[in-house]
Nanobody, 124 residues
Framework: QVQLVESGGGYVQAGGSLRLSCAAS????????MAWFRQAPGNEREFVAI???????GYADSVKGRFTISRDKLKNTVYLQMNSLKLADTAVYYC??????????????????WGQGTQVTVSS
């Protein structure tokens, strides 16, 4: 079972940048898919980005061109670099891990393990 711990959230002005980190432990990191989701107050949790174990990545349309997901296999850590932040990016951001390299995607039920979340607040 993978354990996930997020960090890096905080307050930032619109147009600024933040980098979130998600440290994974408990099993082999390289052959699972990792994703970031977010949940704004009053909204459903939504997909943000995915790092497939094979190396490819995917993004929600709302963050494409502004956010970058990456992973450091030596550190068992996945990152979310967020640039040109908007007020609408304010949310709790969650890291998620699939149970195998064959699961994962844009839906919550495709992930077996979740981190505790980290708050990102973008102000004007």
């Amino acid at each position: 079972q993978v354990q996930l711990v997020e960090s890096g959230g905080g307050y930032v002005q619109a147009g600024g940048s933040l980098r979130l980190s998600c440290a994974a432990s408990g099993r082999t990191f390289s052959n699972i898919n990792m994703a970031w989701f977010r949940q704004a107050p009053g909204n459903e949790r939504e997909f943000v980005a995915i790092s497939w174990s094979g190396g490819s990545t995917g993004y929600a349309d709302s963050v494409k061109g502004r956010f970058t997901i990456s992973r450091d296999k030596l550190k068992n850590t996945v990152y979310l670099q967020m640039n040109s932040l908007k007020l609408a990016d304010t949310a709790v951001y969650y890291c998620a891990a699939s149970s195998s390299p064959y699961s994962g995607g844009t839906q919550e039920h495709q992930y077996a393990t979740w981190g505790q979340g980290t708050q990102v607040t973008v102000s004007s």
